[in-house]
């Protein structure tokens, strides 16, 4: 199986990258094939602008969509959203892991979203859903949260993770991809600063990465979430009721 890691950290030493660690080496050991996008290592650019764009459709006014199209038709798409697309062809698999900051995804995961799910390119009006461009292959949400699991659930203080995984879920259907039930490591705070004492936290990390790689060793048997698709829907994209 050929895995793609997409890492979104800026600090090499966090747990999100022991997680990404513990991820290709476990892979790599069961004979997978692992490669990895490193964003902020690689200084990927999570900014869409006209200044990726050596051709313009309008120079005068930047729309992203209408741009992305054109330079996907034009063969002159940025050379750094081509060698993320490159690698997101070659995968069966693809892990995001990333922590989750302010209840959502970090900044630079959502621009790298914005740049390389290209317009016209990876999905089209009707290139969406369950016949989106990445169909057959499977994605899967590796997730740290400063917050204990105690405090994530549907009204705790921490917010329903649930909920809160919805929107990049649903993105990554809508590429078309199997979203596969994410995992989650609780309680995994910055240096310094924990909501255990240092013996339990320790602890407490340790449990997360052996059940990752627990969770990695059995993923090719995993179940995808359950989205809608197109059958699903009428003219004006409304779910469709159910007749007996």
Do not use: C
Not at 8 to 19: C, D, I, K, L, R
Not at 63 to 70: D, G, M, N, T, V
Not at 75 to 94: F, N, Q
Not at 193 to 217: I, P, V
């Amino acid at each position: 199986m050929q895995v793609h890691i997409v890492h979104v950290h800026p600090e090499s030493t966090s747990f999100n990258g022991a997680m990404t660690q513990t991820a290709r080496e476990s892979l790599t050991r069961a004979g997978h094939e692992v490669a990895l996008s490193d964003l902020y290592a690689e200084g990927f650019d999570p900014v869409e602008r006209g200044g990726h764009y050596r051709s313009r459709v309008d120079a005068k006014i930047f729309s992203p969509l209408a741009e992305q199209r054109h330079a996907h038709e034009a063969g002159s798409l940025p050379g750094d959203v081509v060698r993320e697309i490159e690698r997101l062809e070659r995968a069966d698999l693809v892990i995001f892991q990333f922590p989750l900051w302010w209840h959502q995804v970090p900044a630079m995961l959502k621009g790298w979203m914005d740049r390389v799910f290209v317009n016209g390119g990876l999905y089209t009006s009707r290139m969406r859903y369950d016949r989106g461009y990445f169909k057959g292959r499977r994605a899967i949400v590796s997730l740290t949260t400063g917050a204990p699991a105690a405090a994530m659930g549907p009204g705790g203080r921490g917010g329903d993770i649930e909920r809160l995984l919805w929107p990049v879920h649903y993105s990554l259907h809508y590429m078309g991809f199997s979203v596969l039930p994410p995992f989650l490591a609780f309680g995994v705070a910055g240096h310094g600063y924990s909501y255990a004492d240092d013996g339990d936290f320790d602890a407490l990390m340790k449990e997360h990465l052996e059940n990752w790689e627990s969770r990695l060793g059995a993923i090719e048997r995993d179940e995808p979430l359950s989205f809608p698709g197109w059958g699903d829907w009428d003219g004006e994209g409304r779910k469709l009721e159910m007749t007996v």
